[in-house]
């Protein structure tokens, strides 16, 4: 057994941009132990994830805010705090705040994150409604 502590030495939080659309901020709850990743990931209005896949699928709790998440080839899906969001292993996709709301959620990757192109205007502005 492990206990990771909240705010522990050298668990600060970071911004990320190579893969992300926007400054979006992570802050690492549990650094990757047996292949699971967790992550509380907050998401500034009008910023998102690129497009990509988990190994083993991932799992999302919505903590605050409102925002969005896209499989390919569907129309994206409206989350708001208090949803759970369970993504399969390998299906592409993209999760990122509304773009008159701020979004935080837990993320729980399991396996590896395999990270694709960035999610155009075009593909976002489908998500408005
Ligand atoms: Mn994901």
Redesign the pocket.
């Known amino acids: 057994m492990q206990i990771f502590h909240g705010r522990a030495a050298g668990a600060n939080s970071d911004t990320r941009t190579a893969t992300f659309h926007g400054e979006v901020w992570a802050d690492p709850v549990m650094p990757t132990t047996d292949n699971v990743t967790i992550n509380n990931v907050f998401f500034p209005p009008d910023t998102r994830?690129n497009w990509?896949t988990?190994e083993q699928g991932?799992i999302?709790q919505v903590l605050a805010g409102q925002g969005w998440v896209c499989l390919e080839g569907e129309e994206a899906k409206a989350i708001r705090a208090g949803d759970t969001v369970w993504?399969p292993a390998d299906e592409v996709?993209w999760?990122g705040a509304a773009a008159d709301s701020y979004m935080l959620h837990t993320?729980i990757?399991l396996g590896k994150?395999v990270w694709q192109d960035d999610v155009s205007a075009e593909q976002f502005s489908g998500a408005t409604s």
Do not use: D
Request: hydrophobic share 25%; no cysteine.
């Open positions: 994830t990509h988990h991932q999302l993504i996709h999760h993320a990757s994150t």
